[in-house]
């Protein structure tokens, strides 16, 4: 190449795929452009036609037809065309058309193929549409960590170490010591010579020796069964490890059987998840459960946001972050539960502590209000019985608050005696909401429809689940009403795949990458969800279930998929960013802080919440109420 | 252009072909009669079917007579495409001091051109990418008359060729450029012609670098561009060039 067409190159290598392409090939490649101008309207290639030529659009637009005519893609400056017609050495696939006046950079089949030949990337790039283009990007970043790589298999170290459930206490102790174990798994072995396997029933672990049989001063002689768990929690032999850490925080276990077919291979612990992943947010979870009082908890809470920055910097995904915060932010208001009935008292009624929004998805980052409410047992008397809740749910969300999580904006939290009702009003507004549905008080309510129980009954949360997802599914204006809301977020993406950019409140030129990426997926991810009768929270085990169903097919929701987990990526990138440099973290993004490869994919992924926001409307019958 | 003293007159007039002609039989070096022996297209040729060569020298100045050469840059193309493998770029040993202005404008300094060839060493390679193409500048009262004067110095005969000039096409275009009284009171510029400036009118990037082949390749993508919005593929090469 000459040196004096480094301007050429400079273009190209900001641009994918040239920006990972070895510095020999990319001048090379420079060095056999071949440069056209086409005015606005000049039809570049056309059906038909024998495909010579890759291109590159150095300035200006370019529409892109399928064989039907009907509009394919828009491609802008620093993308290419035409590289599917030169993988099949035939003809054009794709005819093209100049929409704007465009300088394009022309690459031969010669110099194409010997690209293909000797850069894989390239090749890889080439190969695929932009759709697949943009799950690549998500599993190679996925591929880089050994949590989302390693199966639970691997960290079996030793054969099962069992016993059956009649042994005594201090035989379990011996075998445990003898073992060197810290949980034994118990076996049922009366199954009435009907099955010739073992059956697991449930474990006891170092822990419930000395919290349940020491400290109450059993005797030795207690058959096992009596202090050990059960209604197991257990995992898949074939699990990722991070499939695991998910478990064990979302239930706060420290031991999880493992499970292949009917057989147990094992148990995993804790500790050999931190040998995976050393400072693990594992570690700041249970210790979390140390803590003696609100001031202990808020010095600990420092450490959350470590945490996150080094689940980042681990090349964790989107699904493992967010369900980490969220295990550690339900921690915490466990441990506040906790404390406040040491303080308090036990409660007059039974209760659950249920989050809502983002917690309750696992789906839930740095900044982050809290969103919560009580379901009280129906037998709860207002004036008997309130005081209490009141002062509890008060001591938990003022905690929260000295932790990190501010209080609810919108006064979505237990202290508020709207959302501190017993089970029976529970029921009544959610079968309000459904099924006398207004596009305002849903508006308000969404954040009801992402529920999880974390504290107390947990079943009540349950049964509330289980009544939206049985009538949900059968309201259809409900739907349409929330569809309908859900619209009126869109992609900031412009006519020519160009970010529309707001105002923030420094005057920068930015996009919110929550309001319109993230909120507006799971908001519709949600609602087809509702449709199918799911009872799934997160919106990554809400597609799981909308694709049992045939609701969406296969591909567009992978492509949901990728879409969520690449713009939920860049936005906890961006927020990490921030930590490490001092700042507080937002979710305004200026383009120009993106990488080439983050702004290209996530063009691309703003395509597919845009194409999903278009089915949505037709699928539920919705036009938008307004734009925000 | 400058005349060439041993040629009669009524060769000044024919047809650029005849004269090709007439010039590859009188001329003597051997670089020039290669030249003319490639030919010329005949003035009717469509635009579209004309091979043609964007080029570009840097200069210590502006007076052929007074300042030298210190880099050609090059690119063959035609209005179909500009190719990039065959781009050359030179740096050659002005014959005359570098002043520090024109150094500041092309960045060519004086260790640059110290180990430099002089135009003489290259001459082969400069007229292979000339030979059977249509030259093409921006502005052309640099590239012609500065090549005329370097060949008489060195090899003692001149050269003439049709060259077709970008700059000329967008005077022709911008008749009006400076606007009237009343416009430039409210604030209007005049309208330039300069490549840069051109080139935003069509919706052309921006090159940072300023070298002689940037602006060869410059000069090429703009020619595509004015065909395309102001004449046609068809346009006979012949109302184009001067």
Known sequence: MQAELIDIRNHLIQHAPFDEMPEELVNELTANIEISYVRAGTQITETGQTSTRMYYVRSGAVEIFRRSGELYNRIGEGEIFGQFGLLMRGQVRFPARALEDSLLY????????????????????????????????????????????????????????????????????????????????????????????????????????????????????????????????????????????????????????????????????????????????????????????????????????????????????????????????????????????????????????????????????????????????????????????????????????????????????????????????????????????????????????????????????????????????????????????????????????????????????????????????????????????????????????????????????????????????????????????????????????????????????FQVVSNAQKFLRFRYNSQATRHV | MSDNQSLPDAVNTLPWPEQYQALSESAKAPVLKAFYEAGCVSEDTAISEVPMVALDFETTGLEADAHSIVSIGLVPFTMDAILLNQAKHWIVRPRLPLHQVSVTFHGITHADISDAPDLSEILEDVFASLNGRIVVVHFRHIERPFLNVALQYRLNEGIRFPLIDTMAIEAHLHPNRQPSFFKKLAGEKPTSIRLGDSRKRYGLPHYAAHNALVDAIATAELLQAQIQHHFSPETPVGDLWL
Not at chain 1, 341 to 354: A, S
């Open chain 1, 106 to 605: 022309r690459v031969t089949a010669e110099t194409f193929h010997y690209l293909f030949e000797n850069d894989e990337n390239f090749a890889d790039f080439v190969e695929i549409e932009d759709r697949s283009r943009l799950r690549s990007a998500v599993s190679r970043r996925e591929k880089s960590n050994a949590l989302m790589t390693s199966r639970v298999n691997r960290l079996i170290s030793r054969e099962t170490v069992s016993a059956p459930t009649t042994v005594r206490l201090q035989e379990a102790a011996r075998i445990m010591t003898d073992q060197g174990v810290s949980a034994l798994l118990l076996m049922d072995e009366e199954c009435g010579g009907t099955c010739d396997r073992e059956r697991l029933v449930g474990i006891i672990t170092d822990r419930d020796l000395r919290t349940r049989a020491v400290t109450e001063a059993l005797p030795s002689e207690t058959p096992v069964s009596d202090i050990m768990t059960t209604g197991l929690i257990t995992i898949r032999a074939s699990s990722y490890v991070f499939e695991a850490m998910l478990t064990m925080l979302h239930n706060n276990v420290h031991h999880l059987p493992v499970i292949d077919g009917d057989e147990v291979r094992g148990v995993i612990a804790l500790a050999d998840i931190v040998r995976y992943e050393s400072q693990s947010s594992l570690y700041l979870v249970s210790n979390i459960f140390h803590q003696q009082d609100v001031k202990a908890l808020k010095k600990i809470s420092k450490d959350v946001r470590d945490s996150f920055v080094r689940m980042v910097n681990e090349d964790a995904n989107s699904h493992m972050i967010g369900s980490a915060m969220a295990g550690i932010g339900r921690s915490f208001t466990q441990r506040l539960l906790e404390l406040g009935e040491e303080k308090l008292g036990p409660p007059p009624v039974p209760y659950c502590f249920m989050a809502l929004g983002s917690m309750a998805r696992d789906e839930q980052l740095v900044v982050t209000d809290q969103d919560n409410a009580m379901i009280l047992d129906n037998s709860f008397v207002p004036e008997e019985h309130d005081e209490y809740f009141l002062a509890l749910a008060k001591f938990v969300s003022d905690g929260l608050a000295e932790c990190g999580y501010t209080y609810c904006t919108g006064d979505i939290m237990a202290t508020n005696p709207k959302w501190r009702q017993p089970l029976k009003v529970w029921r009544d507004y959610f079968t309000d909401w459904i099924e006398n549905p207004k596009a305002v008080a849903l508006l308000n309510s969404n954040i009801f429809f992402d529920l999880d129980g974390i504290y107390g009954r947990t079943e009540y949360a349950e049964e509330l689940k289980a009544l939206v997802a049985q009538k949900a599914s059968s309201s259809q204006l409900f739907l349409t009403l929330m569809a309908r809301n859900a619209l009126n977020r869109t992609p900031p993406l412009g006519f020519f795949r160009t970010f529309v950019l707001e105002e923030d409140g420094k005057h920068q030129k930015t996009f919110n990458l929550k309001r319109r990426g993230t909120a507006p997926l799971s908001d519709l991810i949600r609602i087809h969800a509702l449709a199918c009768g799911s009872q799934a929270q997160n919106s990554f085990e809400r597609l799981k279930s909308i694709g049992k169903t045939k609701l969406i097919m296969e591909d567009d929701l992978s492509n949901l998929r990728d879409a969520l987990e690449f713009i939920s990526i860049v936005r906890i990138r961006h927020q990490a960013l921030a930590l490490e440099a001092g700042e507080e973290p937002n979710n305004n993004v200026r383009p120009e802080d993106l990488s080439p490869f983050e702004r290209s994919h996530l063009k691309d992924a």
